[in-house]
Structure formats: C-alpha cells, structure tokens
C-alpha cells in the first residue's frame, strides 16, 4: 500500500482508537473520569451536526444507533454486568451494531430526505421493540440460569464474534472500491464497538469507548469532506484546489510541468466516455508515479500539472521523459469490451439480414480505417515544463510559460516534452494552446 493508503487507515481512526485505549488502561483514567460525561455528549452532539450538516444520513444513523444501544445496554444492566437482561442486551447490541453499520453502508445515499431517513427510522423502531422484548427478565431468566455457572465467560458469544469480522471485511473491501476515508472510520469505530462490549459493557470505561466510536466516525466524515475537496473524485489524484494552494508554498527553486492527453477528444467520441475515464485514471496512476518527487494534480479535463520542488525544470525533464514513455508503452483492456463487440456484431447480422431490395444504395467512399481492438488501447501526452526566471518569477508567469511549451509540443507533433522557450513570455498564447490541443 502506498503512503496515501497507509495514511487513510491510521488517521484519523486509528490514532483515536489507540489514544483512547491507552488512556482507559492508564493512571490517568481516574483523573480523566469526571470528565467523560461532558466528552460523552459533546461528541455525539458535534457528530450528529456534523452529519446533518453534511447531508450523511449513514453517518447520521450509525451514530444513533451507538447512541441507543449504549444506552440499552446500560438501562436493561441495571448495573449487574452478569444478570440475564444484561447478558442478553450485550449479545443483541453486539449483533445488531455491526449488522446496521453494514445495512446503511449497502442503502443508496440519499441524504436526509423523508424518503431516505424513512427506512433507517423503520428499522431502528422495529429493532428497538424487539431488544426491549427480549432483554425483559421473563425473557432472559434462562440466560441468567445458563451464566450463573459462567460467570467469568466472555460478555461476546463467539459466533457474534464472527459478525463483527464480517463487517470489518465489508468495509475493507469498500476502501478498496472507493478509496474513501469513512471506511476505515467504521473499521475503527467497530473496533472501539468490540472493546466496549467485551472488556468495559458498563461504567465509565464503556462511555470512553462508545465516545471514541462516534468521535471516529465523525472525524472520519470531515476527513473524506477534506479529500472530496482537494481529490479529484474520479482519478483519486490532487484536484484543482489543491494544485492552487501548493502555488502559494512554492520556493524560489522548482519546476511545473503540464501535461495534456493527446487526441482526448477523439479518443471519447470513439470509444465512449467511460473508455475515456478508464484513460483519465490510467494516465493520472502513471503521473503519481513520476520521479523526482513530482506532485500530480488534476487540473481539468485531460489536462494535468505535476509541481516539483527544489528542482530545476532541467532536472525534472528526464522524469518527465520517462513518465512520457511510460504512459506511450502502457495499454489496458477496455472493461466491458466483449459486450460493447458482441452488440456490435449483432446490430451487424441485423443489417446484414435485411433483403436485399429493401437496403438503400451503398454510397461510395473510402473505407475507413478499423479503430485499435480494444484490448489494446494506448494514449499518448504531451508536455510543457517551466521554471522561474528573470522573465517570469510569479508561479502563475511559470504556468503560463508551461503552458506555451506544451502549445509547442502540440505543434511539432504531440507525444513529446517541450522546455520553455526564454523568449518574451507571450500572456496570449495559452488560450490559442487550449483551443488547439483537440
């Protein structure tokens, strides 16, 4: 795993949950309790704004699913960790917590609509009759009777235990899908879940533990906020943001290059948009891969920036001849491309199966040439790198000076790296490059 990923699984859950553990297992726990009724209600007071704030009903109603099974649990224990009632909420809590995390992971998104809060409401009334039946003392006596010899067991039934495993599972393999930090918050906020259940169901303890699951999943939802909005959503690389923002950080000495898909448009109207998003993510992989410590960034478009600090625009040009061969030498297999040819070969046989008086006269004209199989796709870039100079010294005058060497790469025939020229720095041409790069 890259530093990306290592980074979205240990901030923020991870430094939360290991902070809150070491804290509960520490002297200073008992300084620290009177304390834990006002971080108790500011966390899920803050998570439940947050959610509603951000329009996430998943957030929202996973936090009040915490709220309410805490609470349960707490209410039908009485204070007597081993008594039947207070065996049976902790295994339903148990059950029921990491089944309703995964139920609201698997339900559309809808924000906080009566249409998309209705279910959830639903299931949370439904649930909670059934805990309030079951956790009654005529109801559980035989599980009092059952633990009166066991009373050292573990609160958590084993064959619970592998729900819980199951849900981790399910949110790993979402992180993998989406790449999104509240994934690993959940991972994190379910593992706090097990620690308040099994070591700490009642007491001071479980209201440190069930606080640091919502806190997780509250700075989970600012976090994946945070990468919305500095990531580009559909290549996962740097976005426009934060390309402006590293401008404001630069040092007297770096290079900016910017790179642009060759022939991007015509690659679309060939082969669809979403063979032309599968480019987008192709290329900006291959551009977070650039040596010489290169940041990349999507800018817009097919149109990148990589920015490379402390580093001369002589320098990075042998990184970016690399990356340039890199992305001409890689093919992929179009996903969906079997489909795409058997409908083709269908439509095919139907006109072919049309009677020969009822086709209209074949027009004559060149045949044009087959476009590449598609499962042997490749593109090509072009790129313009700068650096400042007496000329241009403001990072935008650098932009622009990239931007001029790429119209130049263009022009000589795309697929190539063009260095700035130390001519007069022409503020018009970009937008003559723009329009040309089609």
Request: proline letters at 5%; glycine letters at 6%.
């Amino acid at each position: 795993m890259n530093t990306r990923t290592w980074k979205a699984w240990l901030v923020p859950g991870g430094a939360l949950l290991a902070l809150a553990a070491t804290l509960v297992n520490s002297s200073l726990f008992l300084q620290i309790a009177p304390s834990l009724s006002f971080y108790y209600v500011a966390v899920f007071a803050a998570g439940l704004l947050l959610a509603w704030r951000f329009n996430s009903s998943r957030v929202l109603f996973s936090l009040l699913v915490l709220l309410l099974a805490h609470r349960a649990v707490a209410f039908f224990s009485a204070g007597q960790l081993h008594s039947g009632p207070a065996r049976t909420a902790i295994a339903l809590a148990a059950l029921l917590i990491p089944l309703n995390l995964i139920a609201f992971a698997q339900m559309r998104e809808r924000g906080l609509i009566v249409a998309g809060i209705a279910p959830r409401f639903g299931l949370l009334f439904v649930e909670s009759v059934a805990f309030a039946v079951l956790c009654r003392p005529e109801n559980s006596s035989g599980n009092a009777a059952a633990n009166s010899h066991h009373s050292a067991a573990a609160p958590i039934p084993l064959w619970i235990l592998l729900i819980f495993t199951a849900a981790i599972a399910v949110f790993v393999r979402r992180f993998f899908q989406t790449r999104k930090p509240i994934e690993p918050g959940f991972v994190w906020s379910i593992a706090a879940v097990f620690l308040w259940l099994q070591f700490a169901p009642l007491g001071k303890m479980s209201d440190a533990y069930v606080a640091t699951a919502a806190l997780i999943l509250a700075a989970s939802l600012i976090e994946t906020s945070y990468v919305l909005a500095y990531h580009d959503e559909l290549t996962g690389i740097r976005g426009r943001r934060a390309f402006n923002e590293s401008l404001l950080s630069l040092d007297q000495q770096y290079a900016i290059a910017i790179v642009d898909i060759d022939h991007f448009k015509k690659f679309n109207d060939t082969y669809g948009h979403d063979t032309g998003d599968q480019v987008l993510c192709m290329v900006a992989k291959r551009l977070s891969d650039v040596g010489g410590d290169g940041q990349a960034f999507r800018c817009g478009g097919e149109e990148f920036a990589i920015v490379f600090r402390n580093t001369s625009a002589k320098e990075a040009l042998d990184h970016l001849e690399a990356l340039r061969q890199n992305i001409e030498q890689s093919t992929f297999h179009v996903r969906g491309a079997d489909r795409r040819a058997q409908r083709a070969e269908e439509k095919s046989s139907d006109r072919r199966a049309v009677p020969s008086d009822r086709r209209k006269p074949a027009r004559k004209k060149a045949a044009a040439a087959p476009p590449p199989p598609l499962d042997h796709l490749s593109v090509t870039v072009s790129i313009g790198v700068a650096e400042p100079s007496t000329r241009y010294r403001q990072p935008e005058q650098v932009i622009q000076a990239a931007d001029q060497a790429l119209y130049r790469a263009k022009h000589k025939g795309r697929n190539r790296v063009e260095p700035a020229s130390t001519a007069q720095l022409r503020l018009t041409e970009p937008k003559r490059a723009k329009a040309s790069r089609r």
